[in-house]
């Protein structure tokens, strides 16, 4: 009998710990999501306002391939950068995304995909090792050395995506465009990607890979090539 009474007890105990913690976890995530918010939420920008700007670059964050061409994410965010590069708020494009095998050429399939409605091949950058949202920022400041840049992402990341870049020190602005809907599973995960990169934007660890300086104002793209172009 007293040992029921205590496993019980136990039991009851371990939920309320539970609860505690689930409750702590809530509270600190909708917190932090609502303070990234709160943070870009003026450093987003209208399709109508980006010619009175001007940025070292617009950066298009990559979203996956679909045998071997743009998924419809990624395909949305390349319409939205030459849309922004065709107001002539910037000359140049900086493409980050994945390029860690070499059959998972996200940045490539990107510049093709620009270089192909007409946009001149030294015009864009390639970042191979933007293998998350935070490294992709890092590495524009420390690699590309860009002041300013307009982020081209879907709304649902782009809070994200500026506020990483503002902590590490760059002048970054939000294209506010979307069109395709999203599901809500997006959000979700985003909720706590936020999390992540709020703790990653405190401590500031270094990128999986950096590299020697290519400064994006005065160098070619072409550096950035790891095939021939015509």
């Known amino acids: ?33 609502a303070y990234v918010i709160s943070c870009v939420k003026d450093y987003m920008i209208e399709a109508d306002n980006l ?4 940025f070292d670059c617009i950066m298009v964050l990559g979203a996956g ?11 949305e965010r390349l319409n939205f950068g030459l849309e922004a590069y065709n107001t002539g708020c910037s000359e140049k494009f900086l493409m ?4 860690g095998k070499a059959d998972h050429d996200e940045v490539n399939v990107m510049k093709d995909y620009v270089i192909d409605r007409g946009v001149d091949k030294d015009s864009v950058f390639l970042d191979h090792a933007g293998f998350s949202t935070y490294e992709s920022m890092y590495r524009a400041g420390d690699v590309f050395n860009v002041d300013k840049m307009l982020i081209v992402t879907q709304k649902y990341h782009l809070y994200r ?70």
């Open 161 to 230: 995506a500026v506020y990483d870049a503002r902590k590490l020190g760059i002048d970054a602005y939000g294209f506010n465009r979307e069109e395709l809907k999203y599901p809500f599973t997006n959000d979700l995960r985003e909720s706590a990607a936020r999390l992540k990169d709020f703790l990653w934007c405190i401590f500031k660890p270094a990128p999986t890979c950096l590299g020697e300086p290519i400064p994006i104002q005065t160098s070619s793209g072409s550096l950035t090539d790891d095939k021939v172009r015509a």
């Open 51 to 54: 010619s009175q700007h001007s």
């Open 65 to 75: 391939l679909w045998d071997g061409e743009p998924s419809p994410m990624l395909e």
């Open 1 to 33: 009998m007293l040992n029921g009474l205590t496993k019980s007890k136990k039991f009851k105990a371990f939920v309320c710990v539970f609860l505690g913690v689930c409750l702590v976890f809530t509270g600190l995530l909708t917190g932090v999501n």
């Open 96 to 99: 980050s995304g994945d390029h």
